[in-house]
């Protein structure tokens, strides 16, 4: 899969490879690079579906994993992967499969399993076709972020919500990511811990929706990592809490890169 990707810094530093969460851009990393890339070559990746990624026939967490790790074969040396949300399941799952592993992995308030029922409305929305809008004003306007409930300043969701939508043959606006993507696989991050080898960080937002308190220090005890808490945020660390994520995500690398 022939990824699309954004970059900062510089290719000689250590390289991070930052994953996003389902239904998301590599745009969420955009209040956090700029903190970091003066010390480290970051790397964005649009999953398959996402983005300005293409689209694809699968939708399987290995298909994610698979991506990444082509990814990771054109970088030289060790890498770090922190992940938010999906995109910390994926690091998971690339750290558990041992092809290109990473040298360490950052866990972003990500979700512990999946509940039966809300796997059924996600494998819902999937066979449900993209909305289409007028404007790129109106689509901008009716944007929402899941879960709903964030800190995030305004006029950065808007921004992160422009880049959802491209501009059809016709003048109108659809959505550029693929919901077919929504019909997710049963999420098994315990089972996946206790076959990563690599130094670990747990990260959850303080007043989580998605990662709960004691699946976290699970998560913690099967990986031997190490666990922090944010505060002011509930889910969205990279739209919330840019600086305190970026300050964590350096002494990460700091303090794993040994």
Request: aromatic share 10%; glycine share 6%; with cysteine.
């Amino acid at each position: 899969m022939d990824m699309h990707y954004r970059t900062w810094g510089d290719p000689q530093k250590p390289t991070v490879i930052l994953l996003h969460a389902l239904a998301c851009h590599s745009g969420w990393w955009e209040w956090v690079a700029p903190k970091l890339e003066k010390d480290y070559f970051l790397v964005a990746p649009d999953f398959r579906g996402h983005g300005q990624s293409p689209w694809a026939d699968s939708y399987r967490f290995d298909d994610y994993a698979e991506d990444v790790e082509e990814l990771a074969s054109k970088l030289e040396g060790p890498y770090s992967i922190v992940g938010h949300s999906m995109g910390g399941y994926v690091g998971l799952k690339v750290a558990s499969r041992g092809v290109r592993p990473p040298s360490s992995l950052l866990i972003a308030d990500m979700k512990i399993d999946s509940p039966e029922e809300e796997l059924v409305g996600l494998h819902k929305a999937a066979q449900k076709s993209g909305r289409v809008y007028d404007s790129l004003e109106e689509a901008v306007a009716k944007y929402r972020l899941l879960p709903p409930k964030h800190t995030a300043p305004t006029e950065v969701v808007e921004q992160v919500a422009k880049e959802c939508f491209y501009e059809m043959e016709d003048g109108r606006w659809g959505e550029r990511f693929d919901r077919r993507a929504l019909g997710i696989e049963n999420v098994e991050a315990l089972e996946l811990a206790r076959m990563v080898k690599c130094h670990t960080w747990i990260v959850r937002a303080k007043e989580s929706q998605v990662m709960p308190a004691e699946g976290a220090k699970e998560l913690v005890r099967l990986t031997c990592g190490q666990l922090y808490e944010v505060e002011g945020c509930y889910h969205h660390l990279p739209l919330e809490t840019p600086k305190d994520l970026s300050s964590l995500i350096r002494d990460f690398v700091v303090q794993t890169s040994y």
